[in-house]
């Protein structure tokens, strides 16, 4: 968790020991209006007031904004020093000062909230830094590493489900005198699907066992995440090709599916994003 990066042994205790069973929920607060894939260009500020720190600004696109009862927020303490200037802050919620914009309409996920989280003179405590100033921005991206093991795994979830949906389908509908199960074609797609899921999920498993063992893995859960997202949206894709007409109307999961994994390629850093990321540990690697 983001707190775990950076967090004390108090913050620990009472911001991560709570939430670990589920009852309660956090949010993520780091991309904002103006900023996309350029997070080190925050635009929110925290501003030292003595006893408190002062918050102004906005975040975007934050999940479980409504549902969440604390969130992890990333500001600008020092402007001079751009991405080194970010510091990073727990906020209790409700908290005067803190406001929430409208549910966004989305095209998948609906099972959360997604929304603008809004900072208007909002005071916090001293004590809700995290970890030390300036710190903010290297805690986002060490997050947003561990974050992206997470949405491969949520990504590889949707494409297994489509490919169930799929194999299901074919296995009943006949066409021809025959399953279509029987028919190349939709053996084709099937093969090449079940292919792409496990080339997916042992990258994936790879990435997450070089962080527990403590290894460096940024590169690696970059590809899991390009990887498995992209290949939930192939999956879900051709699910409704297999499904043919009853792939595109909600009485069958394919839509569903196909609605999902679109913001698998978008959030926790996109696709393009993550062959940048790739691309550049490479290049250091193999410069050694």
Known sequence: STQ????????????????????????????????GSD?????TTAIDRGDKWELNGAKAWITNGYESE?????????????HKGISAFIVPKPTEGLSLGKKEDKLGIKGSSTCVINFDNCLIDKDCLLGELG???????????AGRIGVAGQALGIAQASLECAVAYSQQRHAFDQPISKMQTIQNKL??????????????????KLKD???????????????????????AHQAIQVLGGMGYVNDMPAERHYRD???TEIYEGTSEIQRLVIAGNLLKEMSM
């Open 4 to 35: 775990s990066t950076g967090g004390n042994q108090a913050q620990l205790e009472k911001w991560v020991a709570p939430y670990l069973d589920g009852d309660h929920v956090g949010c993520f607060c780091l991309s904002e209006p103006g900023n």
């Open 39 to 43: 997070a080190g260009a925050a635009s």
């Open 70 to 82: 604390a969130a992890i927020v990333f500001a600008t303490t020092d402007k001079a020093k751009k």
């Open 135 to 145: 710190q903010g921005f290297k805690i986002a991206m060490k997050t947003l590493d």
């Open 191 to 208: 093969a090449d699907m079940e292919c792409r899921i496990w080339a997916a999920r042992l990258t994936n498993w790879h990435a997450a």
């Open 213 to 235: 063992e403590g290894h460096n893995f940024t590169k690696e859960a970059a590809m899991a995440k390009l990887m498995a997202s992209e290949t939930a949206t192939y999956c």
């Open 261 to 263: 994994a679109r913001i």
